[in-house]
């Protein structure tokens, strides 16, 4: 069974910091799908990203990069120099692509992170 | 586009009270979905559709009933609401099922409140 464990539950940095959000998964599916989601304060949820089980390469945007890791069934969020705008819940989530679990994503419980100016 | 359209955004119900939430979305999307949000529950399946007339539970159905008479529309509806369903429902919706590595597109949610 697919599951997403967010094991920080709330994170506090101070502006310009540098924060990783962890996260790790299960599944016993070679091909499945990895995203971020962030949810600011006003409750939407927002897509920041997708990475697929065979592209282990990093990803950077700006001031975002992931860390995809297959052996250690990790895909972690960094965020560098933060600002006060990126707090916010960030949920990670997985959607396997065979048998009978293709029809969802899974998500993990979320980390709240908060910067503080 | 208006993408996902949830409404209402905020609802308070008696308990054994019925409603439905509407979600509209207009995008040609096949795939919808309703969760719910608890704290420190994360996201949890209610259920789903993968095309018009097609539905299906996810992890938390009791208590809901789903149709997808249309592509667009996918309501939820609670048949007698009890204090238990206190929560934010984000519908979502997608191009594909996810497990085809397609995301979601969430509505801006419903807070709904069982007193």
């Known amino acids: 069974a697919q599951k997403v464990t967010q094991a920080q539950t709330e994170i506090s940095v101070v502006e310009k910091e540098d924060v990783t959000l962890d996260c790790v998964y299960e599944?016993?599916?070679?091909?499945?799908?990895l995203f971020w989601y962030k949810q600011p304060p006003s409750g939407e949820l927002v897509f920041l990203i997708r990475r697929n089980s065979f592209d282990e390469q990093n990803e950077i945007s700006g001031r975002y990069s992931w860390n995809f890791q297959k052996s250690t069934s990790s895909f972690n969020f960094t965020i560098t120099a933060s600002q006060v705008v990126d707090s916010a819940v960030y949920f990670c989530?997985?959607?396997?692509?065979?048998?009978?679990?293709?029809?969802?994503?899974?998500f993990g419980k979320g980390t709240l992170l908060t910067v503080n100016p | 586009n208006a993408g996902v359209t949830q409404t209402p955004k905020f609802q308070v119900l008696k308990t054994g009270q019925s409603m439905t939430l509407q979600c509209a979305q207009d995008?040609?999307?096949?795939?919808m979905s309703w969760y719910r949000q608890d704290p420190g529950m994360g996201l949890r399946l209610i259920h789903y559709?993968?095309?018009?007339?097609?539905?299906d539970q996810g992890e938390v159905p009791n208590g809901y009933n789903v149709s997808r008479s249309t592509t667009e529309d996918f309501p939820l509806r609670l048949l007698s609401a009890a204090p238990s369903q206190t929560s934010v429902y984000f519908c979502?919706?997608?191009?594909?099922?996810?497990?085809?590595?397609?995301?979601?597109?969430f509505g801006s949610g419903t807070r709904l409140t069982v007193v």
């Open positions: 559709s993968v095309g018009a007339g097609i539905t």
């Open positions: 989530a997985l959607s396997e692509a065979s048998g009978g679990s293709n029809y969802k994503l899974t």
């Open positions: 979502a919706s997608s191009y594909s099922r996810p497990g085809r590595g397609y995301g979601y597109t």
């Open positions: 995008m040609n999307h096949e795939y």
């Open positions: 599944t016993r599916d070679t091909t499945y799908y």
